[in-house]
T-cell receptor, first 112, second 108 residues
Framework: EAQVTQNPRYLITVTGKKLTVTCSQN?????MSWYRQDPGLGLRQIYY???????DKGDVPEGYKVSRKEKRNFPLILESPSPNQTSLYFC???????????FGPGTRLTVL | RKEVEQDPGPFNVPEGATVAFNCTYS??????FFWYRQDCRKEPKLLMS???SGNEDGRFTAQLNRASQYISLLIRDSKLSDSATYLC?????????FGAGTRLTVKP
């Protein structure tokens, strides 16, 4: 089954404790992206990647890191999480230059 | 001003009604456009791409007006299952910008 998976689905953590949210897709898509969704603001792009070893900042990259060492994986790293990073996070992938994105189920993160 | 703006609604319509949503965008160089639907904080799912000539998929019709910088979505013969939040998405050179969404409730 074609899908995008994210782990964990739910996470409660404390300020400053490094965490990684994993994202994996099995559709051989080149383009992958991370978003956060906050009430009233809609989805905002954090980082995206056009292919392996190619990443670019989106609209709200501050406080986040990503890497793309393999085509299927695109982890999101929060080196020192803060309460303003409490949000619902989505990973997505799409074929090269089509941008018809498939989304993962979301990760609900709470930073205390 | 937000880069992509939508009327948040809610739109409450009876079954069988026709409803239309608009979305405006500020970047005239935007390359591609999409409508997604999102159910109750679940992941967004692609509804349709929006082409310059307009396109239709069953009960759904999407239009793009580049001169006025807006896209629209028309839903005919609304079903209860159409109740969701509809997200307008604009691609600016690989940088995807989402509207905050328009909430639709279809009532029996």
């Amino acid at each position: 089954e074609a899908q995008v998976t994210q782990n964990p689905r739910y996470l409660i953590t404390v300020t400053g404790k490094k965490l990684t949210v994993t994202c994996s897709q099995n559709m051989n898509h080149e383009y992958m992206s991370w978003y956060r969704q906050d009430p009233g603001l809609g989805l905002r792009q954090i980082y995206y990647s056009m292919n392996v070893e190619v990443t670019d900042k989106g609209d709200v990259p501050e406080g986040y890191k990503v890497s793309r060492k393999e085509k299927r994986n695109f982890p999101l790293i929060l080196e020192s999480p803060s309460p303003n990073q409490t949000s619902l996070y989505f990973c997505a992938s799409s074929p090269y230059r089509e941008y018809t994105q498939y989304f993962g189920p979301g990760t609900r993160l709470t930073v205390l | 001003r937000k880069e992509v703006e939508q009327d948040p609604g809610p739109f409450n319509v009876p079954e069988g009604a026709t409803v239309a949503f608009n979305c405006t965008y500020s970047n005239s160089a935007s390359q591609s456009f999409f409508w997604y639907r999102q159910d109750c904080r679940k992941e967004p799912k692609l509804l349709m791409s929006v082409y310059s000539s307009g396109n239709e998929d069953g009960r759904f019709t999407a239009q793009l007006n580049r001169a006025s910088q807006y896209i629209s979505l028309l839903i005919r013969d609304s079903k209860l299952s159409d109740s969701a939040t509809y997200l307008c998405v604009v691609n600016n050179n690989n940088d995807m910008r989402f509207g905050a969404g328009t909430r639709l409730t279809v009532k029996p």
